[in-house]
């Protein structure tokens, strides 16, 4: 799925309809994710599951509100994984959360705010 134009309206409407507060969140969520990412990645392997939840958490939240709506709910699926303690398969799903992040990203970063 591409980014939800929708919810980047909502949020452009949250931020009072200036595009470049919009561009603020984008800019700021482009910075953030890898390193999101990167967390989830190391606690896999170190097996620091609430290290993988919280980063799950924020990626989720973050993704959500700019429209990364498949990376959201990757996102939200590692955290409920974290939550439960059924963390067999949460390696590979950190790495769809990596793939599915560098698509979002990529998609996001060629979006130009006022044209939103």
Avoid: Y
């Amino acid at each position: 799925m591409a980014i939800d134009q929708n919810a980047l309206k909502k949020l452009l409407d949250l931020v009072g309809g200036d595009p470049e507060d919009l561009a603020e969140f984008i800019e700021d969520f482009l910075e953030i994710a890898p390193t999101l990412v990167a967390d989830m990645q190391a606690g896999v392997t170190a097996q620091d599951w609430d290290k993988v939840r919280i980063a799950a958490h924020t990626l989720k939240s973050n993704a959500k509100d700019l429209g990364a709506l498949d990376l959201s709910d990757l996102s939200k699926t590692l955290e409920a994984q974290c939550k439960a303690g059924d963390t067999d398969t949460s390696g590979a799903l950190v790495d769809q959360i990596a793939q599915q992040s560098t698509a979002d990203t990529a998609a996001l970063a060629e979006i130009d705010p006022a044209t939103i």
